[in-house]
């Protein structure tokens, strides 16, 4: 593939599909977004608007990691903070789906319609892929980022038009495009980060509590597991719950899993073989920095048959 013509090719389409008008990405920090609002920069300038709208659901410091990074590339990022908007939404819920299409109707229909409505634009620039596109459609899992696909008119639902300039390629190849775009490598090796961020990474329901134990899990798989050059590595809490002992006494404490996975576009992935050495390390991490947490285990499974997230 031509990377550069590509690019070019993309930048050419955004321009003529948004013409005179203002257009608005939602920036994630993940290389598809990344890639998707550097395009739309070069495009259009300051008539793309930009922001990062904190969902409560983000890795710790995440929200103004991501707004620096991009400042020093000349892109502003306005930083929206949604979070209680996204709790109140999530609570009491517990099945996966309706969490997922919670945090949709959240963004699209209520934060980021209000935005879009104050900022005039009537284009939003998509990171959508195609492997979002195949198991969306396929039924295997709702990504949140797919609408038109599942025949959602953005215009009448939600006041504006969706371009999607990376709807063709695949997790590889937008990583390719994002280095042909000089971007740095702390974005194009960036591991995958889902859109409905740690939220997939609990099973039942969401809490700031949760959050809380998922992201300091989160924190410390990633420092462990940074230079194993896998695709992708992540902390799971699950809803069950394991008695141990600690200080000598029993306790009811929660279930992490560790799941480490080797891929090239996320359509199939395999458990990386990590040495025992280094999961007693994480495991003993784990169950010493957080203190509700005593059970830690290590997730084997491939996919099919199980996804990458847990939800």
């Not at 939602?26 to 609002?37: E, H």
């Not at 005039?120 to 969306?136: Q, V």
Request: charged content about 25%.
């Amino acid at each position: 593939m031509d990377y550069e013509k590509f690019i070019q090719e993309q930048i050419a389409d955004i321009k003529r599909t948004v013409g005179g008008e203002k257009a608005i990405t939602a920036l994630s920090g993940g290389v598809d977004s990344a890639v998707t609002t550097v395009l739309g920069h070069r495009a259009l300038g300051n008539r793309l608007k930009t922001v990062f709208i904190d969902n409560a659901l983000m890795r710790q410091g995440e929200p103004q990691q991501v707004v620096d990074t991009f400042a020093s590339l000349g892109i502003r990022v306005e930083l929206v903070d949604a979070q209680e908007e996204f709790l109140d939404a999530l609570a009491g819920l517990t099945d996966p789906e309706e969490k997922r299409q919670a945090i949709t109707d959240t963004f699209y229909s209520k934060v980021f319609s209000r935005i879009v409505k104050e900022s005039h634009a009537k284009f939003l620039l998509h990171g959508t892929i195609l492997t979002d596109i195949e198991e969306t459609v396929a039924g295997i899992k709702r990504q949140h980022n797919i609408l038109a696909q599942l025949g959602i008119d953005t215009r009448q639902s939600y006041g504006y038009s969706v371009i999607e300039p990376l709807k063709t390629l695949r997790k590889d190849d937008v990583r390719e495009v994002a280095k042909a775009l000089d971007l740095p490598a702390e974005i194009y090796q960036r591991i995958p980060f889902p859109g409905p961020a740690l939220a997939t990474r609990i099973v039942g329901e969401v809490t700031r509590e949760r959050l809380a134990t998922v992201r300091k899990a989160t924190a410390i798989v990633e420092q462990e597991l940074g230079d194993s050059g896998a695709f992708q590595y992540m902390a799971v809490l699950l809803n069950d719950r394991a008695t141990g002992i600690r200080n000598n006494k029993r306790e009811f404490g929660r279930i992490i899993v560790i799941r480490c996975i080797e891929s090239t576009d996320a359509r199939t992935a395999a458990a990386t073989e990590l040495s025992w050495e280094k999961l007693h390390h994480i495991c003993s991490r784990i169950v010493s920095e957080i203190p509700d947490v005593n059970r830690c285990l290590y997730d084997l499974t491939p996919k099919p048959p199980a996804t990458i997230e847990y939800i």
